[in-house]
Structure formats: structure tokens, C-alpha cells
């Protein structure tokens, strides 16, 4: 397994942009699929975003469509997840997760992911 660590979270208006980033230690983020969740106070963990590790295709929750970009760079080991146009709701505890290396499967459901990061937290002030 790969140990993640999540950072850039914080407090922002309705409408800024913030960069989350997910560090891989330990090992190369290379060949994992990484998937980003978010979980709000007292609802279940969301699927937000994932990415493929071979063909870097993405795909995205309707929710976050067109306002949030997954994005990775093995050279640094890190994930991305660009966020823009934040609203009130998507305030939650953001979680990056790394599923099965090499796996070609794409990835939405939390079970399918078997390393997680500490979270960080994403607070859209109205």
C-alpha cells in the first residue's frame, strides 16, 4: 500500500478556487488510480473525482463537473484536484484514496480503494 497525505485545504468565499494535493510517500504514485472523496458532517463519503494511472483519463461526480480538475504529476508523486467556482456545499473533509496498482478499472465506490489519506478540510463560506 501507499501512504497519502492530503494538504491545501481551508476557509475560502463562494466563488474562489483552492488546490488540493495529495502526496504519496513511502513508494512512486506511479501505476495508481487515485480517486478523491469528500464527506460532509453527518453524510457519507462522496465520490468526487478519479484518474487512471495509465491514460490519465478523469472523470467527475456531476456535482463538480466543469468546476473541478484531477490532475497528476509522477515526477513529483502528487495529485491534484483544482478547484473553482466553490460553493457553500462542497464543504466536507476532502480525502484522496489509491486503488489496486495497475488496475484499468475505473473507480467511484470507496470499497474499491484500499489507501487513504488523513483528509483535509474544504470550508465554502456564503
Known amino acids: 500500500q501507499v501512504q497519502l497525505v492530503e494538504s491545501g485545504g481551508g476557509l475560502v468565499p463562494a466563488g474562489d478556487s483552492l488546490r488540493l494535493s495529495c502526496a504519496a510517500s513511502g513508494r512512486t504514485f506511479s501505476g495508481y488510480p487515485v480517486g478523491w472523496f469528500r464527506q460532509a458532517p453527518g453524510k457519507g463519503r462522496e465520490f468526487v473525482a478519479f484518474?487512471?494511472?495509465?491514460?490519465?483519463?478523469?472523470y467527475y461526480a456531476d456535482s463538480v463537473k466543469g468546476r473541478f480538475t484531477i490532475s497528476r504529476d509522477n515526477a513529483k508523486n502528487t495529485v491534484y484536484l483544482q478547484m473553482n467556482s466553490l460553493k457553500p456545499e462542497d464543504t466536507a473533509v476532502y480525502y484522496c484514496?489509491?486503488?489496486?496498482?495497475?488496475?484499468?478499472?475505473?473507480?467511484?465506490?470507496?470499497?474499491?480503494?484500499?489507501?487513504w489519506g488523513q483528509g483535509t478540510q474544504v470550508t465554502v463560506s456564503s
Open positions: 484518474i487512471r494511472w495509465s491514460t490519465d483519463t478523469t
Open positions: 484514496a489509491a486503488g489496486t496498482r495497475y488496475s484499468s478499472y475505473v473507480l467511484r465506490s470507496a470499497a474499491d480503494f484500499s489507501s
